[in-house]
């Protein structure tokens, strides 16, 4: 597996390839958020620190890498904007993640994350974004460097903002979060873990 290395994928998106798509054809993926969905969700996590696997979640994205499914993270980081810490951080903490998932047997295809809020203190950040979900920058990114046909991808999270995320590419959507959400194309599930077989089988059919 590649080191993860900071690359711009479009001249609005930041991401980190892991590892190159091997053919051109487009094909099915996941996109999965990264706290509350891979890692625990404590409020802006930007130190290696802070870092909690979900219960399950790396045995999950194993078997997603078994069923050979392209997976990438596709994260807001307001945190950047907000100066609670920098986009060196956010790279170490998605270093440090990969480092952990090899240990499971796992990884993650590419790291791709939104630093942009409208209401951020860093400049440089503080606007709206293409990227920053529920906008389709970072799906099209991903499509763009892994070869994914995102309508038949699968996005995973436990916001509004990934069924938003969702409804933006056409594509179905697992929702982790509080509250049922009950209307076609959203699949309510507990975690990544219990959600992990009826993905693969969906994807893999």
Excluded at 27 to 32: A, D, E, K, S
Aim: charged content about 20%.
């Amino acid at each position: 597996m590649k080191r993860p290395t900071g690359k711009t994928l479009q001249s609005n998106s930041i991401g980190e390839m892991m590892q190159a798509p091997s053919s051109r054809l487009l094909r099915p993926g996941i996109l999965l958020d990264r706290d509350g969905t891979i890692i625990v969700d404590y409020g802006y996590v930007g130190s290696i620190d802070r870092v909690e696997f979900i219960d399950g979640a790396p045995e999950a994205i194993a078997r997603f890498n078994r069923a050979a499914i392209p997976v990438a993270v596709v994260t807001n980081q307001a945190g950047v904007a907000r100066g609670k810490y920098g986009i060196e951080d956010v790279v170490q903490v998605h270093h440090y993640i990969a480092n952990r998932l090899a240990e499971y047997g796992a990884h993650i295809d590419l790291f791709l994350f939104s630093p942009y809020h409208p209401a951020g203190v860093v400049e440089a950040f503080a606007r709206t974004s293409e990227d920053r979900k529920p906008r389709p920058g970072m799906a099209r990114a991903a499509a763009d460097a892994l070869g994914l046909d995102l309508s038949a991808s699968w996005v995973v999270g436990d916001r509004p903002e990934d069924v938003g995320l969702a409804d933006a590419i056409g594509a179905p959507v697992v929702y982790l979060g509080s509250g049922e959400r009950q209307r076609p194309g959203v699949w309510p599930f507990p975690s990544l873990a219990a959600a992990a077989s009826f993905i693969v089988d969906r994807i893999t059919a």
